[in-house]
């Protein structure tokens, strides 16, 4: 080693000396040193073709090798091998950051490379509003719409087992994020909803599960606050007497339609969720509901009203008895 290191310095003098004593190599040596430097620099320019206001997708587990050949494949950078092996000398053996990149103008391979790796991504966080009364399937739509990387059958697969506690609201998601991190995120908002609450749910005498089955009924089947309550007191006045809850909005679950106007063959459909043929709850949530909603279960109008239906008018109708409610729909309805 300590040869090596003599080697090395007496090696600077003698090119040196090398050098004025021919002056030509001086231009030798100059003209090599730019040619290295031209060449290091045409190897990092972006492609003539580079496809300005372009998007590439990085998916997560994605190897260097693919994110390399993933952006030359979409034109933004020329040599893949190149940033492959910048790559993997920067420690990203296995994957990139992954999410949506935007490349507006080009850029060198150098810059590409440094985004990839501190997951810079040129996009800002994306906006999703989720409302009141969405089902899981629902939001897999709005969300494959956001994300073109995250199929609805994925989301509907990784967010089934939560309907009900996806929180409703209006989220900023990184460009990064998955099917996994998005519903994280909406069951931590959730759960932050629900502590203020969680004196009220422990008197209330249900669970918490109960809590939002009901709501998730009342989401749908109303929709002002003091109608959310009186429904809210209907339905636990089934519960009471052991009626059947005859919830229509179920059949949209069942469906997966808009629609809550069951047929005369929908309402003998066999299924758990079908409350004109089962008493009792659903065995779950059919959408996740609001605060309110989940409020007015919680805080319900105490009434002797077991039957409501909303007519034409836009309104909702309150009946005792069943010869009352058979007045309200043809009163309302026809």
């Given at each position: 080693m300590q040869i090596l290191k003599r080697y090395s310095r007496a090696a600077v003098p003698t090119?040196?000396?090398?050098?004025?004593?021919?002056?030509?190599?001086?231009?030798?040596?100059?003209?090599?040193?730019?040619l290295v430097v031209s060449g290091c620099?045409?190897?990092?320019?972006?492609?003539?073709?580079?496809?300005?206001?372009?998007?590439?997708?990085?998916?997560?587990?994605?190897?260097?090798?693919?994110v390399a050949q993933t952006l030359a494949d979409a034109q933004v950078i020329v040599h893949p091998e190149l940033l492959q092996l910048i790559l993997r000398f920067s420690g990203v053996?296995?994957?990139?950051?992954?999410?949506?990149?935007?490349?507006p103008v080009p850029e060198n391979l150098l810059t590409v490379a440094y985004r990839l790796i501190?997951?810079?991504?040129?996009?800002?966080?994306?906006?999703?509003?989720?409302?009141?009364?969405?089902?899981?399937?629902?939001?897999?739509?709005?969300?494959?719409?956001?994300?073109?990387?995250?199929?609805?059958?994925?989301?509907?697969?990784?967010?089934?087992?939560?309907?009900?506690?996806?929180?409703?609201?209006?989220?900023?998601f990184p460009p990064s994020a998955d099917a996994a991190s998005i519903i994280s995120a909406m069951r931590a908002n959730f759960d932050a909803k629900m502590a203020p609450l969680s004196n009220e749910i422990r008197s209330s005498g249900y669970s918490l599960s109960d809590i939002i089955i009901l709501s998730s009924l009342v989401e749908k089947e109303a929709?002002?606050?003091?109608?959310?309550?009186?429904?809210?007191?209907?339905?636990?006045?089934?519960?009471?007497?052991?009626?059947?809850?005859?919830?229509?909005?179920?059949?949209?679950?069942i469906y997966n339609r808009a629609t809550y106007s069951p047929s005369l063959a929908d309402l003998k459909v066999n299924s758990p969720y079908n409350t004109y043929i089962h008493t009792g709850l659903p065995p779950g949530p059919i959408d996740n509901p609001g605060l309110n909603s989940i409020e007015a279960v919680l805080n319900p109008i105490?009434?002797?009203?077991?039957?409501?239906?909303?007519?034409?008018?836009?309104?909702?109708?309150?009946?005792?008895t069943y010869a009352g409610h058979q007045f309200n729909l043809k009163k309302y309805l026809n």
């Open positions: 090119i040196m000396s090398s050098a004025r004593r021919h002056p030509k190599l001086w231009i030798v040596l100059l003209t090599l040193g730019i620099y045409l190897l990092l320019l972006p492609p003539r073709n580079f496809p300005t206001e372009s998007t590439v997708a990085i998916k997560y587990g994605a190897s260097a090798s693919l053996h296995n994957q990139a950051k992954a999410g949506v990149y935007s490349f501190t997951g810079a991504y040129g996009i800002p966080s994306i906006r999703i509003t989720f409302p009141e009364g969405m089902s899981v399937r629902e939001m897999a739509t709005e969300i494959a719409k956001a994300y073109p990387s995250i199929s609805t059958k994925e989301f509907i697969s990784a967010g089934q087992s939560y309907e009900g506690y996806l929180f409703p609201d209006t989220y900023f929709r002002t606050n003091t109608d959310k309550r009186i429904v809210a007191g209907i339905l636990f006045n089934r519960l009471r007497l052991g009626m059947p809850l005859q919830v229509d909005a179920v059949f949209g679950y105490k009434t002797k009203y077991l039957y409501y239906l909303t007519g034409k008018d836009g309104l909702m109708h309150y009946a005792t």
